[in-house]
């Protein structure tokens, strides 16, 4: 099976802007760990991985006021970072799902 490298970088740019607490850069990035291990764990159809995506970024929407409590918000380089990262993990375990579509569930 298809393991993600120990060294990928996830949310480069939000953990490299003092702007976005590193503690709840780190509850995104844990978040999307989940996905991360879904694709690892086997075999899966566009539509279950839409499904897990659509889990994901309903798990990342409901980080939005913890952010906002540290000062913080997820906003135009946020979500850049988190399409990225999320674009970067589709591609290398080879799914075919569009980013917007994949984050189609967001309210950032």
Known sequence: MKKLPEDFEYLKDMYQDPYFPKEQVDKVKDIIKGLVVYLEN???TTDEVQTELDSIVS???????????????????????IGTT????????EVDIDIEEAIRERDW
Not at 59 to 80: C, H, M, P, Y
Not at 86 to 93: G, P
């Open 42 to 44: 086997g075999k899966h």
């Open 59 to 81: 798990g990342i929407n409901e980080l939005q006021e913890d952010f906002e409590e540290n000062g913080s918000e997820i906003e135009t380089v946020a979500r850049e970072s």
């Open 86 to 93: 999320i674009e970067e993990i589709l591609k290398f375990f």
